[in-house]
């Protein structure tokens, strides 16, 4: 069995010849192994984040997902903005988006920082980082950068990808964002932002028709962080009904839906399995960071849904030996991989300095110990 239907069929709730195993590498692990500045990757796309992440899945042998694959529309395309570096350090670089306004330069009052050998950070205030608020003197192009035509990328990545894993593209969820300021619009101003999700509700919509045409391996639901600022009762108002249609329409296709939200996830998985036809959930993380139980999770809910985490990505994956990795993934198949349904990975994103070695015992503990 492939690693490609190897994942599908554990996403949809079924059983495969064994537990795929997929560690959260989605950012950082992938550029260290390129050898590369961050800002390479994330900048200048030498290599492109999604090529980066594949070449790491083969490297390690683990089963790739490419979750929130490159997906680019013709629609999508906005010309008028570019960016330009404004500020460079040993250990930074800095930009600012610009355009042309009635023959005039006009740019934007935030700056995204780049740094060498982290992810890059976006939005951020330029008094922050010392720069001021009006327009910079001087400036240069980003160049070279490597670009691609609409559904271009999205075409090489699944090439690339071949029969080692699934590569999914991703929508979101209307709801608050996780700045204080959201909050403070819910009170202040709701019929604004019961308006605005109202309308992103309609866009998703839209737009997961539109990738489900291109038979996806799956969907991903991209909602990082999205409980702690959407708890149950605005969630039921602002994200659910969105989360019932994209489930329902995947469901229709035949294509398997995954979410993704880091943080506290319990009432999530209650909702979405009984209210949403939603196929998969991760990452499941433990406290405190979280608030699932694999265990208590798979006896409460069954196999209505595929369970995909959840191994401590601190104490266990940077901080454990290799011997602590595989008896922590050992429980885990233990927990919820009886009968199918069960992807093995870790509670969000593996840090930077996760040890090769680490990585390596939970591939091999799943090749071995999770053999159905």
Not at 25 to 39: A, Y
Not at 109 to 132: E, M, N, Q, S
Not at 247 to 263: D, F, M, N, W, Y
């Amino acid at each position: 069995m492939t690693s490609k239907q190897r994942m599908r069929i554990a996403m949809a709730g079924g059983q495969p010849d064994q537990v795929p195993v997929a560690p959260d590498t989605s950012n950082m692990i992938p550029c260290r192994l390129t050898g590369k500045p961050f800002w390479d990757i994330y900048l200048y796309q030498d290599p492109p984040l999604w090529q980066a992440y594949i070449e790491c899945a083969k490297h390690f042998g683990f089963d790739g997902w490419l979750a929130g694959a490159p997906l680019e529309f013709e629609e999508d395309r906005n010309t008028d903005w570019q960016e330009a570096i404004v500020k460079r350090t040993p250990e930074r670089i800095i930009t600012r988006h610009h355009r042309k306004v009635d023959g005039r330069e006009e740019w934007t009052g935030h700056c995204t920082v780049y740094y060498i050998a982290d992810p890059p950070t976006w939005g951020v205030p330029l008094h922050k980082v010392g720069l001021p608020d009006a327009p910079p003197k001087e400036w240069e192009d980003v160049f070279p950068r490597n670009t691609w035509r609409p559904l271009e990328a999205y075409h090489q990545a699944c090439a690339l990808m071949g029969e080692d894993g699934v590569v999914g593209p991703a929508v979101g969820l209307p709801g608050l964002g996780l700045q204080p300021e959201a909050m403070y619009e819910w009170f202040d101003h709701r019929d604004q932002v019961i308006a605005r999700c109202e309308a992103q509700h309609e866009w998703i919509v839209a737009r997961t028709r539109k990738i489900l045409a291109l038979k996806p391996d799956f969907l991903l639901i991209g909602i990082s962080g999205h409980m702690l600022s959407n708890p149950e009762p605005i969630f039921r108002q602002l994200s659910l009904p969105t989360l019932q249609a994209v489930t329902r329409l995947c469901k229709e296709a035949g294509v398997p839906s995954q979410i993704h939200c880091c943080g506290p996830e319990y009432a999530l998985v209650k909702m979405s399995v009984e209210e949403s036809d939603l196929s998969s959930i991760n990452p499941l993380e433990i406290p405190p960071m979280g608030d699932c139980d694999l265990a208590q999770i798979r006896r409460e809910f069954g196999h209505r849904i595929s369970l995909m985490g959840n191994l401590h990505t601190t104490e266990v994956m940077l901080r454990g030996t290799p011997e602590v990795v595989a008896r922590a993934s050992r429980k885990a198949i233990d927990d919820a991989a009886e009968g199918g349904g069960f992807i093995l990975s870790t509670g969000d994103q593996c840090g930077r300095d996760t040890p090769d070695a680490n990585i390596r015992a939970m591939v091999e503990t799943a090749r071995t110990y999770g053999k159905y």
